[in-house]
């Protein structure tokens, strides 16, 4: 059983919007922080955005500041990642974590498969 399953990613111009889910075992991920990161082709994983438990506490990589928010339904077992003014630098395969509080992927410990974005120009 996968433990991080996420959905939303499609093609989009420019200037649109997505929004991510990623829906999460509620036994198996109780009190852990979510993250979402993204890996462009031939580039290296990198932090998007993160959310404590209780979603009072969220962080932004710089790239995605304004645009981008990340929210969380405990209730339904699933985190959100809201994208709006889309560029085509966003294009990339997004993933949903698991752990720790961290922009460093080595701090989540579970990963969803992955949906990809891919932005128009």
């Known amino acids: 059983q996968v433990p991080l399953v996420e959905s939303g990613g499609g093609l989009v111009q420019a200037g649109g919007s997505l929004r991510l889910s990623c829906v999460y075992s509620r036994r198996t991920f109780s009190g852990y922080a979510m993250g979402w990161f993204r890996q462009a082709p031939g580039k290296e994983r990198e932090f998007v955005a993160n959310i404590t438990w209780s979603g009072a506490t969220t962080y932004y990589a710089d790239s995605v500041k304004g645009r981008f928010t990340i929210s969380r339904a405990n209730a339904k077992n699933t985190v959100y990642l809201q994208m709006n003014s889309l560029k085509p630098e966003d294009t990339a395969v997004y993933y949903c974590?698991?752990?720790?509080?961290?922009?460093?992927?080595?701090?989540?410990?579970?990963w969803g498969q992955g949906t990809q974005v891919t932005v128009s120009s």
């Open positions: 974590a698991a752990g720790r509080l961290s922009g460093s992927p080595l701090a989540y410990g579970y």
